[in-house]
């Protein structure tokens, strides 16, 4: 079936270093892509987004790098504050629908 | 713009009991859904809804009824709550209905079933 995992479950990053999480999708239909973090106790927030027409994206501190080849997604993190540390998640979705499917999220643990 | 409101923020019911999870939206979206998420599980759809009138079932929609009398208002209602509906639920929703977008999530509702 269709899926979105996460190659790694929990990353730890020093304070001041930059961060990469990695997402792989399945479904080569799939046409849009959304990086959540997600604080303990709180509901996920949006943090940037990709269509499948570019192969980069830039925020403020974020990237989003899409690989529509081998189907990769990865979120970079520049400067990694304490901050920043929460559950990431990857969703894709994809047509006439506004259904997503969310990966299940890597820890990010940033070290002072 | 409040963004997506849920209530309650926590629940302990009893297996049989029923109750009915809250959610709101004032940013005019089409789009509202539920999700359930449980440990070591990405995000699951329970129930979502295109527009005011109009609901369909997502992945795992047993158990759970929802109904959109309105935009802003999309509540999920257990019918009688077993243990394995123990689960953090998050209500989301999107400007536009019919296309891959962004979704908003409220800060979600935690649910014990004893």
């Known amino acids: 079936g269709e899926s979105v995992g996460l190659h790694l479950p929990t990353l730890s990053v020093q304070e001041g270093d930059n961060s990469i999480i990695n997402c792989a999708y399945s479904?080569?239909?799939?046409?849009?892509f959304i990086w959540y973090k997600q604080e303990s106790g709180k509901g996920p927030q949006f943090i940037i987004d990709?269509?499948?027409?570019?192969d980069k994206r830039q925020g403020q501190r974020v990237t989003v790098l899409l690989n529509k080849t081998v189907k990769h997604l990865s979120l970079q993190i520049a400067a990694t504050q304490p901050g920043d540390s929460a559950v990431y998640f990857c969703?894709?979705?994809?047509?006439?629908?506004?259904?997503?499917?969310f990966g299940t999220g890597t820890l990010l643990a940033v070290q002072p | 713009n409040a963004g997506v409101t849920q209530t309650p923020k926590f629940q302990v019911l009893k297996t049989g009991q029923s109750m009915t999870l809250q959610c709101a939206q004032d940013?005019?979206?089409?789009?509202m859904s539920w999700y359930r998420q449980d440990p070591g599980m990405g995000l699951r759809l329970i129930h979502y809804?295109?527009?005011?009138?109009?609901?369909d079932q997502g992945e795992v929609p047993n158990g759970y009824n929802v109904s959109r009398s309105t935009t802003e208002d999309f509540p999920l209602r257990l019918l009688s709550a077993a243990p394995s509906q123990t689960s953090v639920y998050f209500c989301?929703?999107?400007?536009?209905?019919?296309?891959?977008?962004?979704?908003?999530f409220g800060p979600g509702t935690r649910l014990t079933v004893l």
């Open positions: 969703a894709e979705g994809g047509g006439a629908t506004n259904k997503l499917i």
């Open positions: 809804s295109v527009g005011a009138g109009i609901t």
């Open positions: 479904n080569s239909a799939s046409d849009y």
């Open positions: 989301a929703s999107s400007l536009i209905s019919g296309t891959a977008d962004t979704q908003y």
């Open positions: 990709i269509r499948s027409n570019m």
């Open positions: 940013m005019n979206h089409e789009y």
